[in-house]
């Protein structure tokens, strides 16, 4: 058994107001809401610092929770859960993020049972890169795994870098053949406590330099296992192209 929530911040530099925004007659965090429920969760909520989200979320008979509004990140807002909550420490909390309305709930609950069946505090998935643009690409965080399938590191960076097909001049003009790398998709499990430890952390000097808040745990001695899946998940929503897109989709699922 495990727990789903979805942090649901109301600011957003390019969508303002963005869990609020309409998928096919609902609100976007309603949607995520709803593909959560169909996981294998015992409890479902939402947690935002925002009335309107609040009022919208109850309008549709979610649980939600209203949580402090300078939280740096969705995992903070989670670990505020945690306390509201008093879940027990091996408690499994899964991350939905609120900006992902076509979520498969069979992820959420591999991501979830990945943890339940292991030892470590956090788990994650990845899927294989085969393309070099997107090996390259800074925006596509990547990891670099232990045999065992925990993670080591994840970076912005080409890792694990492939050095013979590099030249001092320049990239090869053409990739090398086979996988590149490991595609880190940001769906993660946590056990409670790794979230009440969380907060007392203060950033990592990595965490900092590669703008990746997951470096904070590898840094403090948290271990990260990592569930591999075939193909890339379905798009979330992060700008206005993205949104028409999904809209499309949720039109054409219930045309």
């Known amino acids: ?3 789903a929530v979805i942090p649901a911040r ?25 593909q959560a429920m169909q996981s294998g969760a015992d409890e479902v909520l939402v947690a935002t610092d925002h009335a ?5 979320c109850k309008a549709h008979g979610l649980q939600v929770l209203m949580t402090r509004g300078d939280w740096p ?71 670099a795994m232990r045999e065992d399938g925990e993670a080591l590191y994840f970076s ?39 979230l009440k430890k969380y907060q007392t952390l203060p950033p990592a000097a990595i965490e900092v330099l590669e703008s990746l808040e997951q470096l904070r745990a590898l840094a403090n001695g948290f271990r990260i296992k990592v569930c591999m899946i075939q193909d890339a998940p379905l798009p979330g929503v992060d700008t206005v192209q993205d949104l028409e897109k999904v809209r499309s989709l949720f039109m054409s699922r219930l045309g």
């Open 1 to 3: 058994m495990f727990k």
């Open 10 to 34: 109301h600011a957003s530099m390019r969508l303002p107001g963005k869990p609020l925004l309409d998928i096919a007659g609902k609100p976007m965090v309603v949607r995520v809401a709803e």
């Open 52 to 56: 309107d989200i609040e009022a919208a």
């Open 73 to 143: 990140t969705g995992t903070d807002r989670i670990a505020e859960v945690v306390h509201q909550k008093g879940w027990a420490d091996d408690t499994v909390v899964v991350n939905v993020q609120g900006d992902e309305p076509l979520i498969d709930p069979a992820l959420i609950n591999l991501v979830a049972n990945t943890l339940l069946t292991g030892e470590q505090d956090i788990a994650t998935c990845g899927h294989a890169i085969d393309n070099w643009e997107e090996f390259k690409n800074p925006n596509v965080v990547k990891i």
């Open 156 to 194: 912005r960076a080409p890792i694990p870098f492939p050095r013979d097909a590099y030249t001092t001049e320049s990239w090869p003009a053409s990739a090398p053949a086979g996988q590149l790398g490991i595609r880190h998709i940001g769906l993660y499990a946590y056990r409670a406590r790794f």
